[in-house]
């Protein structure tokens, strides 16, 4: 087999087992031939079944001198399930003095242990038997186990078949892959596999599908796609196929095909599919039904602080109004985007920006919030830092880290905004003095709807959907955000790559 074959057949423990059987069996056999070159042995048997004479390197093979095998009687050195076989063959042919057989049998060695011989002897005038032996212990047990391994295929619960690459016909099919399929023993055996298990008509997606994992397979010599099969019966059922070009030595050039039934999850996953359009559907619509109320409910607030304009503890009321809108609000948006990313739909529009500009005026929005907070807001940008982006986007992704940091830093503590350029990125950075993110939860905090124990049992507002919303709205832009947390200092640092604009 060639090294093309040999990296193909790693991609499935099955065929990488049958190469590695072949490539042996292959091997043993040059190397029988091999020591038959070397160290012919030649012995003839007489028809009471002694040995009469040897030729060749006995010693070298068997640890027997000549001395100690000449004139001994054959059957007292062959191993006892292999005796009487032996005997009859080779005795009755020097009995009746022409044809010619081989026979295989295992010879005991001085030390005791057996080393397995074959045997091709024919009749000679003078009543005794010549036999041409080699010593094929290595060939007889690659044999088993291919034995071995056939039985395994056989039994397997994934069904496996044989394609002849040239007219892509079935030589072999387990009994597993007959069950799948609905045939009975060897009715699959000699039939073209696609018309036995192609459907008839295909959908525009399954003919691409198709058509794709056919030039995977001409071209790498594997694949791996899921498709329909057509039962018996008429029925079709989802396999999932790992497919690999193998040399056989009986056949020539097949496709191994293990195909595993994969009904029942397509359906889960068809499912859950279904489900999470459902919700996004669901979310998409009760947002924007949400918004117009709490629209009108900031204006009519904004008009009611007009009318109220003189009058005690008005204007501290209408705060309380339109704080609690405008949260409400920033809720629905973040429904409204994670609605939009789930159904494919999140539109950016990316455009050349100042990244530390655009940083420089999300700071001052948020400090009166942290003022407010009582903590400390400060900021290092070294611009410029130009990039492609959406200024909208990107803004929004600042405020939810701000937001964050200031949710969860105690009063009198720090955030700290920074922005610098390497040779490619912009990196920026939000980092505060809060109590950091536990190392268990740190891989899902980009998960929508995840909020940390930490964050329920300080009961802070929120719905868990600003951090998802940031990812990808990073992702969208090529760039990258992650999280850590200084196990000295505390706190937690978020860090936002962006790739910078090339220059004209």
């Known amino acids: ?47 009471d079944g002694r040995i009469v004479r040897l030729e060749g390197g006995w010693r070298e093979v068997l640890g027997w001198e000549r001395a100690e095998l000449v004139g001994r009687e054959l059957g007292g050195f062959l191993h006892p399930d292999d005796r009487e076989g032996t005997l009859r063959e080779l005795v009755g042919l020097a009995r009746v003095e022409s044809g010619w057989r081989t ?26 038997a010549a036999c041409a032996v080699r010593e094929v212990s290595e060939g007889v047990a690659i044999e088993q186990a291919l034995d071995l391994r056939g039985e395994m295929i056989a039994n397997m619960g994934e069904g496996v078949s044989l394609v002849t690459t040239g ?15 609905g045939y009975k023993p060897g009715e699959l055996v000699g039939r073209r596999a696609a018309d036995v298990m192609a459907p008839e008509e295909l959908t525009p997606q399954e003919e691409a599908e198709r058509e794709e994992a056919r030039r995977c397979l001409q071209e790498r010599g ?53 489900l999470e359009r459902a919700k996004s559907e ?29 009058i005690a503890d008005a204007g501290d009321h209408i705060d309380v109004i339109e704080r609690n809108a405008r949260r409400q609000l920033r809720l629905v948006e973040d429904l409204l985007s994670i609605a939009r990313i789930q159904a494919g739909e999140f539109e950016i529009h990316r455009l050349p920006l100042d990244l530390a500009e655009l940083v420089r005026l999300g700071v001052e929005a948020m400090r009166p919030a942290a003022t407010e907070a009582e ?49 490619g990125e912009a990196v920026l950075t939000v980092t505060d003095t809060g109590p950091g993110i536990p190392p268990q939860e740190r891989e899902r905090l980009f998960e929508r709807l995840f909020r940390g124990e930490e964050v329920k049992q300080l009961q802070v507002s929120g719905a868990g959907l600003g951090l998802a919303i940031a990812s990808s709205i990073a992702e969208a832009h090529e760039g990258t955000i992650q999280a850590r947390t ?5 706190g937690a640092t978020f860090e936002l790559t962006l790739p910078l604009l090339r220059a004209a």
Request: hydrophobic residues 35%.
């Open 1 to 47: 087999m060639s090294t093309r074959n040999q990296a193909q057949a790693a991609n499935h423990p099955l065929l990488q087992q049958l190469w590695q059987e072949e490539q042996s069996r292959r091997e043993a056999e040059l190397g029988a031939r091999a020591s038959l070159i070397e160290r012919d042995l030649m012995c003839v048997v007489s028809d």
């Open 103 to 128: 026979v295989r049998n295992r010879f005991r060695a001085p030390n005791g242990s057996w080393t397995w011989l074959c045997w091709s002897a024919f009749g000679q005038s003078d009543g005794r």
């Open 167 to 181: 007219n892509e016909r079935i030589v072999f099919a387990n009994p597993s892959l007959e069950r799948m399929l």
């Open 222 to 274: 594997h694949c791996i796609y899921e498709g329909r099969r057509v039962r018996r019966d008429g029925t079709t059922i989802w396999c999932r196929t790992t497919t690999t070009t193998f040399e056989h030595p009986r056949y020539g050039p097949v496709w191994v095909a293990v195909q595993q039934d994969i009904t029942e999850e397509r359906r889960a996953r068809e499912a859950a599919l279904e």
């Open 282 to 310: 669901f979310l998409g619509s009760v947002s924007h039904e949400l918004r117009t109320p709490l629209t009108s409910i900031l204006g009519y607030a904004a008009l009611l602080r007009e009318d109220t304009d003189g």
């Open 375 to 423: 903590l400390r807001l400060e900021s290092d940008c070294a611009g410029p830092a130009r990039v492609l982006g959406d200024a909208d986007r990107l803004e929004q992704v600042l405020a939810n880290l701000l937001s964050n940091a200031i949710k969860f830093t105690p009063r009198g503590g720090r955030v700290a905004v920074g922005l610098r350029t390497t040779s």
């Open 486 to 490: 200084d196990p000295e200092h505390g």
